[in-house]
């Protein structure tokens, strides 16, 4: 069965899932950026016997599928695995079952427990070469064990509330600037740690977490919030540079300088913890602002202020927005240079070359985004949108919240590297809300992305650029809420990517297809 065919028959059959077992009020929603909105939760009991049987359950059943189409795939391939740029598919399909205990004097607990299986599948030589749908499955078991399917207790912890505050101890999702559960595949992404949520001053969000481990999405372990590789690449063949690889942080918004190696050899730990500190504020009319603090300690650190002030115009209302984002090094930048791809700075190939950066020993670094919003009661809202990353370091992001989100970033995109431009022009449209689908919204972003051209190296000989080319990108969304059956939604997402060729001569424009089915009981 190819892919195009499963995708339809999937459909199908999830449209046709009897009335029979639709709820007339479900307990919790999926908003449009994929997280979870709980309408129903479990009570506050004062006997250790109601602990569980008030507690409730959650269910979630998922598909989805990726196809990826290069403009012109690049064939490499080293030691029997496909290193080059190869067209490639996924599709995943699962589910998740939720326990929220409920609140014996404050205490309670959630076990959140996950599922994706991969009945049709590429084969294990091309695990690497698996763009989008990678999180379908874990690339390092496919090619250790030729295992296919990730079963994960991503969430299992211990909290403790008291009027509108929550301290969590475990495993956990958490939603910060620049850490994310970004659940738009199978499994989220979680951390290890503790946790404070308070709501308890009117107009106010405070949160406070520290962590000692994360899981992304494509991963079955837990690992270190920031280095790259859990050993050393030296002696090792392709496989097993793969599975190094991809057996701590590998998250595409990382820092491959910030490897184990390069710690080992700098004398510093390989172990690392994340702080986060913020607060947003709506104490002002109109007017919604956020501080941030976010910390590897001794590695690097993150100043964050961002401010959105609504204005009424007419009919209409003008919402500007503004984020500024400084990157402090704290040692990190003399262990890994100043590009993410750790091709420059003290250990790098290309160690001794600037690379065109500044200083390419330091990852001190600063971006500026800024926003304006057109809204009315029309079921249309307009969005134009500006990101500068500053000229020096770029900017490391790897706990999936990502540093121009909610401005300028597209799927896909990372357009936080240093001296890159990039305007976004994004349009929402509500069908239902016009009176011609109910249930049926769409979105679509046009971006222009300006990379730094004279971001490049030399290596044996050859000129290797260490960002992307500029490109024009197109993405299309449309969600469908199944009025037939709460709970249910479709969704559908398309990019079409513009970009210039790379130095090798090499075009690196793409078409991306997605397509999602979620049903929540």
Same mark, same amino acid.
């Given at each position: 069965?190819?892919?195009?065919?499963?995708?339809?028959?999937?459909?199908? *059959?999830?449209?046709?899932?009897?009335?029979?077992?639709?709820?007339?009020?479900?307990?919790?929603?999926?908003?449009?950026?994929?997280?979870?909105?709980?309408?129903?939760?479990?009570?506050?009991?004062?006997?250790?016997?109601?602990?569980?049987?008030?507690?409730?359950?959650?269910?979630?059943?998922?598909?989805?599928?990726?196809?990826?189409?290069?403009?012109?795939?690049?064939?490499?391939?080293?030691?029997?695995?496909?290193?080059?740029?190869?067209?490639?598919?996924? *599709?995943?399909?699962?589910?998740?079952?939720?326990?929220?205990?409920?609140?014996?004097?404050?205490?309670?607990?959630?076990? @959140?427990?996950?599922?994706?299986?991969?009945?049709?599948?590429?084969?294990?030589? =091309?695990?690497?070469?698996?763009?989008?749908?990678? =999180?379908?499955?874990?690339?390092?078991?496919?090619?250790?064990?030729?295992?296919?399917?990730?079963?994960?207790?991503?969430?299992?912890?211990?909290?403790?509330?008291?009027?509108?505050?929550?301290?969590?101890?475990?495993?956990?999702?958490?939603?910060?600037?620049?850490?994310?559960?970004? +659940?738009?595949?199978?499994?989220?992404?979680? $951390?290890?740690? #503790?946790?404070? &949520?308070?709501?308890?001053?009117?107009?106010?969000?405070?949160?406070?977490?520290?962590?000692?481990?994360?899981?992304?999405?494509?991963?079955?372990? $837990?690992?270190?919030?920031?280095?790259?590789?859990?050993?050393?690449?030296?002696?090792?063949?392709?496989?097993?540079?793969?599975?190094?690889?991809?057996?701590?942080?590998?998250?595409?918004?990382?820092?491959?300088?910030?490897?184990?190696?390069?710690?080992?050899?700098?004398?510093?730990?390989?172990?690392?913890?994340?702080?986060?500190?913020? #607060?947003?504020?709506?104490?002002?009319?109109?007017?919604?602002?956020?501080?941030?603090?976010?910390?590897?300690?001794?590695?690097?650190?993150?100043?964050?202020?961002?401010?959105?002030?609504?204005?009424?115009?007419?009919?209409?209302?003008?919402?500007?927005?503004?984020?500024?984002?400084?990157?402090?090094?704290?040692?990190?930048?003399? &262990?890994?240079?100043?590009?993410?791809?750790?091709?420059?700075?003290?250990?790098?190939?290309?160690?001794?070359?600037?690379?065109?950066?500044?200083?390419?020993?330091?990852? +001190?670094?600063?971006?500026?985004?800024?926003?304006?919003?057109?809204?009315?009661?029309?079921?249309?809202?307009?969005?134009?949108?500006?990101?500068?990353?500053?000229?020096?370091? =770029?900017?490391?992001?790897?706990?999936?919240?990502?540093?121009?989100?909610?401005?300028?970033?597209?799927?896909?995109?990372?357009?936080?590297?240093?001296?890159?431009?990039?305007?976004?022009?994004?349009? +929402?449209?509500?069908?239902?809300?016009?009176?011609?689908?109910?249930?049926?919204?769409?979105?679509?972003?046009?971006?222009?992305?300006?990379?730094?051209?004279?971001?490049?190296? #030399?290596?044996?000989?050859?000129?290797?650029?260490?960002?992307?080319?500029?490109?024009?990108?197109?993405?299309?969304?449309?969600?469908?809420?199944?009025?037939? #059956?709460?709970?249910?939604?479709?969704?559908?997402?398309?990019?079409? &990517? +513009?970009?210039?060729?790379?130095?090798?001569?090499? @075009?690196?424009?793409?078409?991306?297809?997605?397509?999602?089915?979620?049903?929540?009981?």
């Amino acid at each position: 069965m190819n892919f195009y065919r499963f995708a339809v028959v999937t459909g199908v *059959i999830a449209l046709a899932i009897p009335q029979g077992w639709a709820q007339t009020s479900p307990k919790r929603i999926l908003l449009p950026n994929r997280t979870l909105k709980y309408l129903v939760v479990p009570p506050r009991v004062e006997s250790l016997e109601e602990l569980v049987t008030k507690g409730e359950w959650y269910g979630r059943l998922r598909l989805n599928t990726f196809r990826w189409d290069w403009k012109e795939p690049v064939y490499r391939e080293k030691d029997g695995f496909n290193l080059g740029t190869k067209d490639n598919w996924a *599709i995943g399909a699962g589910a998740s079952l939720t326990l929220k205990t409920a609140y014996y004097y404050g205490l309670g607990a959630t076990v @959140d427990a996950y599922t994706s299986q991969n009945p049709w599948h590429m084969d294990r030589s =091309d695990a690497a070469i698996v763009k989008a749908g990678k =999180d379908t499955f874990s690339r390092y078991d496919a090619v250790d064990e030729n295992r296919w399917q990730m079963n994960v207790i991503a969430q299992l912890y211990a909290e403790y509330r008291l009027r509108k505050s929550s301290l969590k101890y475990g495993r956990q999702k958490f939603e910060s600037l620049l850490t994310k559960s970004n +659940d738009t595949k199978m499994i989220p992404n979680t $951390f290890e740690g #503790v946790s404070l &949520v308070s709501k308890d001053l009117p107009e106010h969000t405070f949160k406070l977490a520290w962590f000692t481990k994360q899981k992304l999405r494509d991963h079955t372990r $837990f690992h270190d919030v920031i280095t790259y590789a859990d050993r050393s690449f030296t002696g090792l063949d392709t496989e097993e540079k793969l599975l190094a690889a991809w057996a701590n942080n590998d998250d595409s918004g990382g820092h491959r300088g910030l490897s184990w190696q390069n710690f080992v050899a700098s004398g510093k730990s390989t172990d690392h913890d994340l702080l986060v500190a913020e #607060v947003w504020s709506r104490c002002l009319p109109s007017l919604r602002a956020m501080v941030n603090y976010t910390a590897v300690p001794g590695v690097l650190s993150y100043a964050t202020a961002e401010a959105h002030y609504a204005v009424g115009a007419g009919d209409f209302t003008l919402v500007p927005g503004v984020r500024y984002m400084r990157q402090l090094d704290n040692g990190g930048g003399a &262990v890994g240079g100043a590009s993410v791809t750790g091709l420059i700075g003290p250990y790098g190939a290309a160690s001794g070359q600037s690379g065109g950066y500044k200083d390419p020993n330091s990852l +001190d670094g600063w971006l500026v985004c800024a926003r304006l919003d057109l809204k009315s009661s029309a079921p249309w809202k307009l969005r134009l949108g500006y990101s500068h990353v500053g000229d020096e370091a =770029d900017i490391v992001a790897p706990w999936r919240g990502f540093p121009t989100g909610g401005f300028t970033r597209i799927m896909g995109q990372y357009n936080w590297t240093a001296n890159t431009d990039t305007w976004m022009l994004r349009g +929402d449209y509500d069908f239902g809300k016009a009176g011609w689908v109910k249930g049926l919204t769409a979105m679509f972003r046009l971006g222009l992305e300006d990379y730094d051209d004279n971001k490049k190296v #030399v290596i044996d000989g050859k000129e290797v650029a260490l960002q992307r080319t500029d490109r024009n990108v197109l993405q299309l969304d449309a969600i469908y809420r199944i009025p037939a #059956v709460p709970g249910l939604q479709a969704r559908v997402r398309m990019a079409f &990517v +513009d970009a210039r060729k790379r130095l090798d001569g090499i @075009d690196p424009s793409y078409n991306e297809y997605r397509f999602e089915m979620n049903y929540l009981f």
